[in-house]
């Protein structure tokens, strides 16, 4: 079985800033795209940053240039840097990993998801 687990969301001030991390365990023989989704309330769960293990990063227009996501491959964690934050980035944030385990099994894992709010 594999797990990610997320932390490090919160309540932030519009203009803050927050780092999420998602660390993933468990049986991993290897690790390809990770990224980060958002879900609104309300509204559907969007991609808001993705990074494949030869470290190619695609953003949601929306965060360009306010986000920076990066990873560790060593300790299998994603990371995500949220500078600039408005109000609209309120949402629940989970992590997702395409990874195989030791025995070739292949995994969509997502995490169990951190909240972020960003409000006066």
């Known amino acids: 079985q594999v797990q990610l687990v997320e932390s490090g969301g919160g309540l932030v001030q519009p203009g803050g800033s927050l780092t999420l991390s998602c660390a993933a365990s468990?049986?991993?023989?290897?690790?390809?795209?990770m990224g980060w989704y958002r879900q609104a309330p309300g509204k559907q769960r969007e991609l808001v940053a993705q990074?494949?293990?030869?470290?190619?990063?695609n953003y949601a227009d929306s965060v360009k240039g306010r986000f920076t996501i990066s990873r560790d491959n060593a300790k299998n964690t994603l990371y995500l840097q949220m500078n600039s934050l408005k109000p609209e980035d309120t949402a629940v944030y989970s992590c997702?990993?395409?990874?195989?385990?030791?025995?070739?099994?292949?995994?969509?894992?997502w995490g169990q998801g951190t909240q972020v709010t960003v409000s006066s």
């Open positions: 468990g049986n991993i023989f290897r690790i390809d795209d």
């Open positions: 997702n990993a395409l990874l195989y385990d030791w025995s070739q099994v292949h995994y969509n894992a």
């Open positions: 990074m494949t293990s030869g470290g190619t990063t």
